[in-house]
């Protein structure tokens, strides 16, 4: 069976937070995973250990196990990859456009 890297919403209406999972393919959103690796709080905060005032999202992954299961062959949702690859587990699936000065090629 096919397994995912998927977030599960948990939370109330308008604050939503995320449990980062391991779950077969064709199982429910919010259904048992297989494990639970991360969690992820999209609502900004501020770093109480920051001085400048600059809001983050919360990002807790155990990345041993995110990277056992990428290397079993779990297939991370486009949302699941973003996290990872900021991260630093994935390559960003998207790239940013370069700029047109180094697109053209030397003659």
């Not at 919403?9 to 991360?38: C, D, M, Q, W």
């Not at 699941?80 to 700029?99: E, F, M, N, T």
């Amino acid at each position: 069976m096919v397994l995912k890297l998927r977030l599960a919403r948990f939370g109330r209406t308008n604050a939503p937070f995320y449990n980062i999972v391991v779950a077969h393919a064709r199982t429910a959103r919010n259904s048992k995973p297989l494990e639970v690796i991360g969690t992820y709080d999209p609502i900004p905060k501020k770093d109480t250990y920051d001085t400048t005032g600059k809001l983050h999202k919360d990002i807790k992954l155990d990345i041993t196990r995110a990277k056992y299961w990428i290397g079993v062959g779990a297939q991370p949702t486009d949302t699941a990859w973003r996290l990872l690859s900021l991260v630093g587990i994935l390559d960003p699936k998207y790239k940013k456009p370069q700029p047109a000065q180094e697109q053209k090629t030397k003659a």
